[in-house]
């Protein structure tokens, strides 16, 4: 792997009243790298993410940045650097598409508040990237799910983070945006070092795109490596209990996963 240890999670717990749902989980997340946060249901990968960007404190346990207490850092500095797509779109008033989308230029902008014209091309661009251009007017909530989706894409990117943070972000689109969103994301992560945080439940996604893999179970971390030497039938099976077949593909040259279902 690449670059030093940008974020580091030190024995993690998080319990939500008397429910444990993150149990010592110690991670190294390393610059540049684009990780897949894979488990079952209710495993805790959305608790972990949220933590990681900020947004829930942890039970117990620590988390740095850049060496430094995440808790002390300022909510501005955060906003700069960390983008989060969610799993669901939250935004209930009918904002316009671009007025969403500009909503990501906001850490950025000085005390007037208004955007440069440099903050306007990055809106388009990251607009014309998740093929929302045309619904620039549109109230988002008019929208379907999936193109709700690309907006919000949209958004993070909008912020140019230095972490992207993905809750399944990708799972509303079809398979052709689907692709193209990764695609994109995917070059991001190789050409601008943005580092990538994925939570995926699509495995063949996760095998094609992520260079590291992160494995949960029940609040903990059951394994984590690189994904070559991780995405395999055994821990797929462990961790998922169904019967996989994994292979090379000969045109691709990646992973390939393919479900062998007992349908007696
Ligand atoms: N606000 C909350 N209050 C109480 N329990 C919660 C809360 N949020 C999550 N949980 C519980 O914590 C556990 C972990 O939830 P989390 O959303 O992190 O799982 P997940 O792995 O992201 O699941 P999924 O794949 O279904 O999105 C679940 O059992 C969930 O019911």
Redesign the pocket.
Known sequence: MKQGVLIKTDSLTLC??K?T?LQEVSLDIREGGFYGIL?P???????LINIMCGVLKPSSGHITWNGKELSSCSRRHIARSFAVVP?NCSINFPFSVLEVVMMGRKPHLGRMGRLSHKDLEIVYNCMEHCSVLEHAQKAITSLSGGERQRVLLARALAQTPQVLFLD?ATSNLDISHKLELLKLIKKLNTEKAVTVIA?LHDLNFAGMFCEYLVY?DKGRVICEGPANLVFNEEMINKVFHVQVEIKKHAVTGKYNLTLLPDLE
């Open positions: 939500y009243g429910y749902a488990g249901n209710g495993s805790g990968k959305t608790t799993q399944e939570v949960m």
